[in-house]
């Protein structure tokens, strides 16, 4: 596969959060019953008589999914039992934001969530609620948390790990040495078998919506960016509407070590930088890096830009429902062979509320992809020249045949915009996609090494 650099138009960008008053487009959202049918799959899938979704506010995605509520500034537990209990139990603030949830909910308070110095003495104890609602002597419970041990990382992979262990102890002591109690955190994160794994039309078309404003505020960071501003200044021009994030937006230049992950500062760029932003909004992700240059720089795209690119298009190419991670692990080391380059961690993985759900991308990985998936294309090349950034992340969705015929029924807006995604890169950027890949992202895969010149893009040679 040959890379050159082509003049393709840049695509249009889309902030759908700013409202055309003529044309308002409504929000996508997933519809009440489907908030039924996660938690009714939930404790079918448990098969015991309680499972316990712990959140907080850095951890909040499993119980988001499961009924739309994310803690604020709280730690939260959604109980779910056998015969049909559902009770969710938050602090103090968690109270006034109750309405959110869609669907019914029995609600207690428990001050021990509420933060330090507030009234904490007037509400039962997490015991005495877990208690109250029928938690007991000889039951089985599945504790899920923000991730899980695989077999290789300790004695008792199935015992809860990623949860405070005052949860933990409290479970503990009130199912008793009869109870039984294990990790179901897989039940939901699994990268094959998770029921988040998989998405429904409606689920899709809110992440596409989220997509389509994380593009065009990281394009319009990169258009915008010029030598002499500040990161800080650059950064503005992302455009925020106060969407919730997947991540802290970064915004890194220097000529010297660069760390990729921080915040933007008040450092001044200049012409010559590396340069990266990247940003992510629920069900999202967009991240571009490059040079600051009006010029390609030749050596630049040859030793890094070109094989990079290969890479991206390998990784789209490659990506089909029935592919094993394996499979998909594989075709990228291979594009990657020659270059001195490798991924710094997964090839791509899931994607939802958080950045990242887990992966079945991995070098022996038999999980397949699969319908519903959505994919985070994130392939970070290491090790880089001090002062070289190069990266292109973008969000897609799976669809099988009959979710694809859903989408186009339900959500003709998104199908017709994933269907000129597919165009362009097939007509301009030479990539080849499998019929059931769709682009989230406007501008999916469109990556200019050199922002100065951000119409000059990679693309695969028609010579290849």
């Given at each position: 596969?040959?890379?050159?650099?082509?003049?393709?138009?840049?695509?249009?960008?889309?902030?759908?959060?700013?409202?055309?008053?003529?044309?308002?487009?409504?929000?996508?959202?997933?519809?009440?019953?489907?908030?039924?049918?996660?938690?009714?799959?939930?404790?079918?899938?448990?098969?015991?008589?309680?499972?316990?979704?712990?959140?907080?506010?850095?951890?909040y995605a499993n119980?988001?999914?499961?009924?739309?509520?994310?803690?604020?500034?709280?730690e939260a537990l959604l109980a779910l039992g056998r015969s049909g209990q559902r009770t969710l139990i938050v602090g103090n603030e968690g109270m006034g934001y109750i309405p959110i949830v869609p669907v019914p909910v029995d609600v207690e308070l428990c001050q021990t969530f509420s933060l330090n110095s507030q009234p904490r003495?007037?509400?039962?104890?997490?015991?005495?609620?877990?208690?109250?609602?029928?938690?007991?002597?000889?039951?089985?419970?599945?504790?899920?948390?923000?991730?899980?041990?695989?077999?290789?990382?300790g004695d008792t992979p199935n015992a809860p790990a990623f949860v405070p262990a005052f949860f933990v102890d409290v479970v503990r002591g009130l199912i008793?040495?009869?109870?039984?109690?294990?990790?179901?955190?897989?039940?939901?994160?699994?990268p094959e078998n998770g029921l988040r794994s998989l998405n429904s039309a409606d689920q899709i078309a809110a992440f596409e919506w989220a997509a389509r404003s994380a593009s065009a505020a990281v394009f319009n960071i990169l258009r915008g960016t010029r030598p002499g501003m500040s990161e800080m200044q650059a950064i503005q021009l992302m455009r925020y509407a106060g969407q919730p994030m997947t991540m802290h937006p970064i915004f890194v230049s220097?000529?010297?070590?660069?760390?990729?992950?921080?915040?933007?500062?008040?450092?001044i760029i200049e012409y010559g930088d590396g340069v990266s932003t990247g940003l992510g909004y629920w069900g999202s992700l967009s991240c571009r890096a490059g040079m600051m240059l009006g010029q390609p720089d030749e050596s630049f795209f040859n030793q890094i830009a070109a094989p990079y690119f290969k890479v991206v298009a390998t990784w789209h190419q490659t990506m089909r429902i029935g592919a094993t991670g394996r499979d998909v692990f594989q075709a990228v080391m291979g594009a990657f062979e020659g270059s001195g380059m490798h991924p710094a961690l997964n090839p791509g993985h899931l994607t939802s509320y958080e950045e990242w759900i887990s992966s079945p991308i991995r070098p022996d990985s038999n999980e397949k992809v699969r319908s519903g998936m959505v994919f985070q294309s994130d392939i970070i090349p290491t090790p880089l020249k001090a002062g070289w950034l190069m990266n292109c992340e973008d969000t897609v969705a799976l669809a099988d045949a009959s979710l694809r015929a859903e989408l186009k029924?339900?959500?003709?807006?998104?199908?017709?915009?994933?269907?000129?995604?597919?165009?362009?890169?097939?007509?301009?950027?030479?990539?080849?996609?499998?019929?059931?890949?769709?682009?989230?992202?406007?501008?999916?895969?469109?990556?200019?090494?050199?922002?100065?010149?951000?119409?000059?893009?990679?693309?695969?040679?028609?010579?290849?």
């Open positions: 596969m040959k890379i050159n650099l082509k003049q393709i138009p840049m695509p249009e960008f889309q902030f759908p959060v700013v409202p055309d008053l003529a044309r308002p487009e409504v929000i996508p959202s997933v519809p009440a019953e489907e908030y039924e049918r996660r938690l009714s799959a939930l404790i079918a899938a448990a098969g015991c008589d309680w499972v316990l979704v712990y959140a907080d506010r850095e951890h119980l988001t999914w499961l009924v739309n509520f994310d803690p604020r500034f709280e003495t007037t509400a039962p104890s997490l015991k005495a609620v877990l208690a109250k609602i029928g938690l007991g002597a000889g039951q089985s419970v599945n504790l899920v948390g923000w991730k899980y041990l695989e077999v290789y990382e008793g040495p009869s109870g039984k109690m294990s990790d179901g955190t897989a039940l939901l994160m699994h220097g000529k010297g070590e660069i760390n990729g992950l921080r915040s933007a500062s008040n450092k029924a339900r959500h003709p807006g998104l199908w017709a915009r994933a269907q000129g995604r597919r165009q362009l890169m097939s007509e301009a950027l030479g990539i080849t996609l499998a019929e059931e890949l769709l682009p989230l992202t406007d501008g999916t895969a469109y990556l200019p090494p050199f922002w100065l010149a951000n119409e000059l893009v990679c693309a695969v040679s028609e010579e290849s």
